[in-house]
């Protein structure tokens, strides 16, 4: 089991930045992926970043040259720096690891408000 906790979401200006850290806990030596998800009012839960155990990240379109995650595997912590925030990256950003037996955890979740 993985345990997740999330922090660092908040309200933030249109053009701001923020970052958000994930904190593992548990069995934190079988995790290979970890990454960020986020979830707007009445849309689908979307893959943000993610960054494999060997540094591979993955980002999404509507976030690169913006958003940066980082990995420190010693901390078990994962990290998103946002910058250049628009209204339309408001949303519940969510914590996601994987494991190498393919479980998958998720946090609870962190409110991320981008006002215009």
């Known amino acids: 089991q993985v345990q997740l906790v999330e922090s660092g979401g908040g309200l933030v200006q249109t053009g701001g930045s923020l970052r958000l850290s994930c904190a593992a806990s548990g069995s934190t030596g079988s995790i290979n992926v970890m990454g960020w998800y986020r979830q707007a009012p009445g849309k689908q839960r979307e893959l943000v970043a993610t960054k494999t155990s060997d540094g591979r990240t993955n980002y999404a379109d509507s976030v690169k040259g913006r958003f940066t995650i980082s990995r420190d595997n010693a901390k078990s912590t994962v990290y998103l720096q946002m910058n250049s925030l628009k209204p339309e990256d408001t949303a519940v950003y969510y914590c996601?690891?994987?494991?190498?037996?393919?479980?998958?955890?998720w946090g609870q979740g962190t409110q991320v408000t981008v006002s215009s």
């Open positions: 996601n690891t994987g494991t190498y037996r393919g479980a998958f955890y």
